[in-house]
């Protein structure tokens, strides 16, 4: 399970991280420049004082007054402006017209019209602003980092390996440890973890027993008990007893690792509203600078009297677009959007769901219909075995024996089941030749010269054989059971009847999808149609198919989407993969899920309980409120602060002010979890 995951996990695609807002991580790198120029806020912020101090106190007084209060400001402008006059110059050379731009465009202006203290509180307001927003974007993702990286321990036990001469002996005395970091591990080292300590890396128990809690990772409330040859994520926590592991990954390719790595690259692909905004801002800030030229020329010309230059009066609306442009800094936007994405996979990970995008975790958001397999999915995934019937040509002895020989290597459930209940006298299996397997349907092969075939009813609709009284009678019997019939080429031969108990919490789980906006939920299913009804009476479920192949489940799957566009399906088996593939949404449920569905689903469950669904559902509409609040938000400001701009009641400063205050407000907003 553990490498089908990571696997899984680490096939997010990379091309969100070239397309993926390319604003965003401009917005980030940019963070990180102004963060290094933090250095000459100090100094630009003295000088900025002691100018506001020199024309508070008027001394002293004239030209050299003057002449003081504009060197001091000149020079607060270079200290705190510096970085900023870098990046609006990468800015133009890449032909964009950034905030960068626009706030070394107003600064100049108002250094033009000689309003000193003006142009110097702007661009140290501003220089802080980046600063403040970058402290807080690295608080935020250091959080993150630290709350997957304080899983794993610094050190590890490792054994050491004992020396040939004493290997007759090396059963009987403990092994001997060596402290090693955890990164120095390498697969097939066995380590020692004690009561109390965490699973270094991935791997699986060689020796001991032990309850395991593996919170953290999956969600679940409840220690797992573990024994030799069960596999252990790395970053769980060893209750109870002394465990001795062998480790199959190392920490890089850790589940926590693949983890951390996911909701870096998932961060950077490109929700629904994140290209929203990137086309939003391709025109939002050229409209501002046009209203801001706007602003600045025509209505002084027009006040003016269409004749001579009022130089006070042009000045002063100068002015006005100058603040404008201050206020069309689009920095509060960028960062609304991915913040938040970053923030809902992150907290999406801490219940056991892997997000393999964001585009699919706002997407979730919008679910109102599911559709689920189940076998391993509504179900334990474990069939036990009822009933065997057999007819007047065949022993039951012999069927058992037929049987377990065509199911010897298979991994499917009812394979699984029927060996664990074979009876301990079915005799020996004899050999098997030209073995073939036919997904959906079942399993053939020749022994002793005759041909074979365990599988279900639905393959004898297209390939018929006589029926034994008995069979036919045990299948109208148990109709409400999974069936496997054993047949040659002339006959039906025994019939082994199977029943999959549901999932405990299937039913709480179905209702609380339903008051999350799940309008329709629908149960497809290769079973008998008697098993499936079963099924949807017990949960409580609006339709069930039955007998559906793989590619006739993907087409149930296309039609169910077309009525509801943003369902999705969970499934778990390499019989669900195309019809994975085939939803809005597929979501590879629990930890035996097949390999090939956890590489085709947009969302993996990590754990075994179908409240999970629910939980997605939860994240994916919190993380669309909060993308839908924060842009309101700062758009609805901007709009306000623009009309007393214009109005002539806002200072540049106020507005540098009012686009710090917005960022840091939306990246608050962000770090608001939601209600599970």
């Not at 504009?70 to 900023?84: H, K, Q, T």
Request: glycine fraction near 10%; include cysteine; proline fraction near 5%.
């Amino acid at each position: 399970m553990q490498d089908s995951v990571r696997s899984a996990v680490g096939s997010v695609d990379g091309p969100g991280e070239a397309s993926a807002g390319h604003a965003h991580a401009d917005c980030c790198h940019e963070h990180d420049v102004a963060s290094k120029g933090s250095r000459g806020l100090l100094e630009a912020g003295v000088l900025l004082a002691s100018a506001m101090g020199v024309a508070w106190l008027s001394v002293p007084t004239g030209f050299v007054g003057d002449a003081i209060v504009g060197g001091l400001a000149i020079g607060s402008v270079l200290l705190s402006g510096w970085p900023i006059g870098r990046l609006a110059w990468r800015a133009l050379r890449r032909q964009q017209f950034d905030m960068h731009v626009l706030v070394i465009v107003a600064v100049g202006g108002a250094l033009l019209t000689l309003q000193w203290l003006e142009a110097a509180s702007t661009m140290w307001l501003f220089a802080l602003s980046l600063w403040l927003e970058a402290r807080q974007l690295e608080r935020a993702r250091s959080s993150v980092r630290t709350s997957m990286t304080s899983l794993q321990p610094d050190v590890a036990h490792r054994i050491v390996p004992h020396p040939p001469s004493s290997s007759t002996h090396s059963e009987a005395r403990a092994p001997q440890t060596e402290d090693v970091p955890c990164r120095d591990l390498q697969v097939g080292d066995q380590v020692v973890v004690r009561p109390g300590e965490r699973v270094p890396t991935d791997g699986r128990v060689v020796h001991g027993e032990s309850r395991i809690d593996q919170s953290s990772l999956t969600g679940e409330s409840a220690a797992v008990p573990k024994g030799p040859g069960d596999p252990l994520f790395g970053g769980s926590l060893n209750q109870d007893g002394i465990l001795r592991i062998e480790i199959t990954n190392t920490e890089r390719d850790s589940l926590v690792g693949q983890i951390e790595e996911t909701l870096r690259r998932s961060s950077s692909s490109p929700a629904s509203m994140q290209r929203f905004m990137d086309r939003f801002a391709r025109w939002y800030t050229p409209t501002v600078v046009a209203i801001a030229v706007v602003v600045a020329t025509i209505p002084p010309w027009v006040e003016s009297g269409f004749g001579a230059i009022d130089f006070q009066i042009w000045g002063g609306w100068f002015h006005r677009g100058l603040v404008l442009l201050v206020i069309a800094c689009p920095c509060a936007l960028l960062i609304s959007t991915p913040f938040v994405i970053f923030s809902g996979l992150h907290r999406a990970a801490r219940r056991g769901l892997i997000v393999k995008g964001g585009q699919f975790l706002e997407e979730a958001g919008k679910i109102d219909a599911l559709a689920f397999d189940k076998t391993g999915t509504l179900s334990m995934g474990t069939p036990r075995l009822r009933r065997v019937v057999c007819g007047d040509s065949l022993t039951r002895s012999a069927a058992w024996g037929i049987a377990l020989a065509l199911e010897r290597d298979s991994d499917h459930p009812l394979a699984q089941s029927l060996r664990v209940a074979a009876p301990a006298d079915h005799g020996p299996s004899p050999v098997v030749h030209q073995l073939e397997i036919d997904r959906g349907f079942g399993i053939r092969g020749e022994i002793q010269g005759t041909r074979y075939v365990l599988a279900s009813p639905r393959y004898f609709e297209t390939n018929p054989r006589e029926w034994s009284d008995a069979v036919a009678l045990g299948c109208q019997e148990e109709s409400d059971c999974s069936v496997a019939l054993l047949a040659d080429d002339r006959s039906i031969l025994a019939a082994f009847f199977f029943e999959d108990s549901l999932r405990p919490e299937g039913v709480d789980a179905l209702r609380r999808c339903r008051q999350l906006g799940v309008r329709s939920i629908s149960i497809l299913t290769g079973d008998r149609q008697g098993v499936a009804c079963r099924v949807q009476n017990e949960l409580r479920a609006d339709s069930c198919q039955s007998d559906l192949l793989p590619l006739q489940k993907r087409d149930a799957v296309e039609r169910f989407a077309r009525e509801y566009p943003h369902m999705a399906f969970v499934g778990d088996g390499v019989n669900d993969a195309v019809a994975l593939q085939a939803a809005p949404i597929g979501i590879a449920f629990g930890q035996h899920a097949s390999q090939l569905a956890l590489n085709v689903a947009d969302v993996v469950v990590l754990v075994d309980n179908l409240q999970r669904v629910g939980d997605l559902l939860v994240v994916g509409q919190w993380t669309r409120r909060r993308l839908a609040q924060n842009i309101a938000f700062v758009l609805g400001l901007k709009v306000g602060a623009a009309l007393l701009a214009v109005g002539g009641y806002a200072p540049m400063w106020l507005a540098v002010l009012a686009d710090v205050g917005a960022t840091l407000l939306v990246i608050g907003n962000g770090l608001r979890g939601p209600r599970w």
